[in-house]
C-alpha cells in the first residue's frame, strides 16, 4: 500500500512557474514508476509525465520544454517542474504510482492515487 500526498499547487500568471510535489509513504518507493496527471473540469485525466524506477522520464507532448518530472528516492517524493505556465494547463493535478506491467501513459496503469492539487493559470 501506498499513499501519496501532493502540494505546490496555487494560483500563478501565465509565464509563471510552480513546483509540485508529492510525497509517497512505504518502504518501497523505489520500486514504483511514478507519474503525473491533470484533469479539467468536464475533461478526461490526462498524462502528463512519468519517471521510472531507474530515472527515465516521459513528457506529454503539450508540456514537453516546460515541464521537468523528477524523482528523490531517498525522500520518498516526486516532483513537477512546472515553467512557462498557459492558462490552458489549469487543471487539479495527481500525483500516481505503478508497480508495473501497464501503460505508464494511462491512468489505468496506476495502483496508487493522490488527492490532487488545484493548479491555476490566469490570463
Known amino acids: 500500500q501506498v499513499q501519496l500526498v501532493e502540494s505546490g499547487g496555487g494560483l500563478v500568471q501565465a509565464g509563471g512557474s510552480l513546483r509540485l510535489s508529492c510525497a509517497a509513504s512505504?518502504?518501497?518507493?523505489?520500486?514504483?514508476?511514478m507519474g503525473w496527471f491533470r484533469q479539467a473540469p468536464g475533461k478526461e485525466r490526462d498524462f502528463v509525465a512519468g519517471?521510472?524506477?531507474?530515472?527515465?522520464?516521459y513528457h506529454a507532448d503539450s508540456v514537453k520544454g516546460r515541464f521537468i518530472i523528477s524523482r528523490d528516492n531517498a525522500k520518498n517524493t516526486v516532483y513537477l517542474q512546472m515553467n512557462s505556465l498557459k492558462p490552458e494547463d489549469t487543471a487539479v493535478y495527481y500525483c500516481?504510482?505503478?508497480?508495473?506491467?501497464?501503460?505508464?501513459?494511462?491512468?489505468?496503469?496506476?495502483?496508487?492515487w493522490g488527492q490532487g492539487t488545484q493548479v491555476t493559470v490566469s490570463s
Open positions: 519517471v521510472t524506477w531507474s530515472g527515465g522520464t
Open positions: 512505504g518502504h518501497t518507493f523505489s520500486r514504483y514508476v
Open positions: 500516481a504510482a505503478s508497480s508495473g506491467g501497464g501503460n505508464f501513459y494511462s491512468s489505468f496503469g496506476y495502483d496508487y
